[in-house]
């Protein structure tokens, strides 16, 4: 008599088929823990990228100042309609989706610039249609003062 058979008439379960189920398991499981990784890297690159365009907008804007002399001594003062031209133009020259949320100096020598944007997931848009919101604030020093 076959084994199987043997194995049935004695009241014993069948496990036939169950390595299938256990596979599709865990195969389903890889598959979600790709994608999470795979939207937490994308995540985390566009933050970087808002990060350096707010660097480099903040750096544009802190050579945005105005050249005065005072006592025969060049100063150089910035001003917050100087820090927002430079800041807006290097956001439009960088592109990339970003948007300038505000460029001001608070105290005349140091540009404050904030840049916002939203990141979309790669693969999976249905959790988040609308996309996540990221901001920056970078600050930069005049060179001469």
């Known amino acids: 008599m076959n084994l199987r058979r043997c194995a049935r008439a ?4 069948d496990d036939e088929g169950s390595v299938l189920i256990l596979t599709l398991g865990y195969a389903v499981l ?19 990228r808002i990060d350096a365009v707010a660097d480099a907008a903040a750096l544009a804007a802190a050579d945005g100042f105005e050249l005065t002399v005072v006592a025969d001594e060049p100063v150089a ?16 020259e960088i592109g ?10 608070p105290d005349g020598v140091s540009a404050r610039v904030t840049v916002a944007g939203t990141w ?3 693969v999976v848009t249905l959790f988040v249609p609308e996309g996540v919101a990221l901001q920056a604030t970078a ?6 003062r």
């Open 77 to 92: 003062t910035l001003t917050d309609a100087g820090v927002r031209a430079q800041a807006e133009s290097m956001v439009v």
């Open 30 to 48: 890889a598959l979600v823990a790709i994608l999470i990784c795979t939207a937490a890297t994308s995540l985390y690159l566009a933050q970087k």
């Open 120 to 122: 979309h997931p790669p």
């Open 96 to 105: 990339g989706g970003a948007v300038l949320v505000s460029a001001m100096t």
């Open 10 to 13: 004695g009241g014993q379960a």
């Open 139 to 144: 600050t930069s020093r005049t060179a001469l």
